[in-house]
């Protein structure tokens, strides 16, 4: 049992962690400011350096702080859904279909541009009915979930390479949903996840009670009065649709909503009333921290977040499995 203080104790230093990485973020790059130079130019008198940093910067800053917290929290709906420790949209093709759904949207209907994150969301529902449906064996087995959701993944991540190398990359909105790259992203980028993340994380706060409920045996959910049914579909449609909204916007980010649920559950425990804003504040704070490495680590060249994580979360990933595989490997 985790204590109330250890809880407070990790909101309080990953919160002041993101704000240090926030002002750490902002720096990174030729023009540099001070906070106080920053928090001058933001709010008392024009200043051209915090003008450029504002424009260039700031929109990919926020994008990578939305983007890591809808992706983390549909990574814990799902694990809670699935009841399995290794669920995430990218591992089982949520992410790949959605980004397919956001690659055509883009290339074909540059005008329906703002609606991308509702294509994406459908895209996204179709790769999890094609993974559940598929891994259907008179029952529902997490390692088979894990093995089919691989191999969807696989085959909309070729569709999509395929589509991008077919084209000749000339279109700079699919190659930057391919690549998950946010260097280019602009405040209406913002504006268009902005509205639909809030959405999404608010319907999330709705759902961690039947979360709870749903760590129980099915039939003690269902002798409390839960539809359980109900719950799984209720609480699978707010995950994908933060996954497809993300995803649209920022491409698919591989094992980040596998790994900040692990370690949320490590600090603030497993009710889902604590651990779903907890992994908004954690999932922020580890993809801008990709990004930023991502900037810094070959400068001036830059490395995608979605490469970096994926350098991360595949050896998590392997020892996840390794830990599991008495209980889930059945």
């Not at 949520?94 to 994150?117: E, K, M």
């Not at 269902?222 to 649709?241: D, M």
Request: with cysteine.
């Amino acid at each position: 049992m985790i204590s109330s203080k250890k809880k407070v104790l990790s909101f309080a230093i990953t919160a002041v962690a993101l704000l240090l990485l926030f002002l750490l973020a902002v720096n990174t790059g030729s023009l540099k400011v001070s906070p106080m130079e920053l928090f001058n130019g933001l709010f008392v008198r024009y200043d051209p350096d915090v003008a450029t940093i504002y424009d260039l910067r700031f929109p990919r800053i926020f994008i990578a702080m939305l983007g890591g917290a809808a992706t983390a929290v549909s990574g814990v709906l799902l694990q809670a859904v699935m009841k399995n420790p290794l669920a995430d949209p990218g591992v089982i093709g949520i992410s790949s279909g959605a980004s397919l759904a956001a690659v055509l949207v883009t290339a074909f209907f540059p005008a329906l541009y703002f609606f991308t994150p509702l294509f994406a969301f459908l895209g996204g529902m179709i790769a999890f009915l094609l993974v559940y449906s598929l891994s259907w064996k008179g029952g529902l087995s997490p390692l088979r979930i894990i093995l089919v959701g691989v191999a969807v993944n696989a085959m909309f991540t070729g569709l999509m390479s395929a589509f991008n190398s077919g084209t000749g990359s000339n279109y700079s909105g699919v190659a930057s949903i391919v690549n998950a790259n946010i260097t280019m992203k602009t405040w209406d980028d913002f504006s268009t996840l902005l509205w639909y993340v809030l959405v999404g994380l608010i319907a999330s706060f709705f759902v961690t009670g039947q979360c709870n409920l749903l760590a129980l045996e099915d039939k003690t959910a269902r002798s409390l009065g839960v539809n359980v049914t109900r719950s799984r579909i209720v609480i699978s449609v707010v995950a994908v649709l933060l996954a497809g909204i993300s995803t649209a916007i920022i491409g698919p980010i591989s094992f980040l909503g596998l790994i900040v649920p692990h370690i949320a559950r490590l600090l603030v425990g497993s009710n889902h009333k604590v651990l779903l804003p907890y992994s908004i504040l954690l999932g922020a704070f580890t993809l801008l921290l990709a990004d930023t490495v991502g900037r810094t680590i070959a400068a001036p060249y830059e490395i995608s977040a979605s490469v970096i994580m994926s350098v991360v979360g595949g050896p998590f990933f392997i020892l996840l499995l390794r830990r599991s595989r008495q209980n889930y490997g059945q």
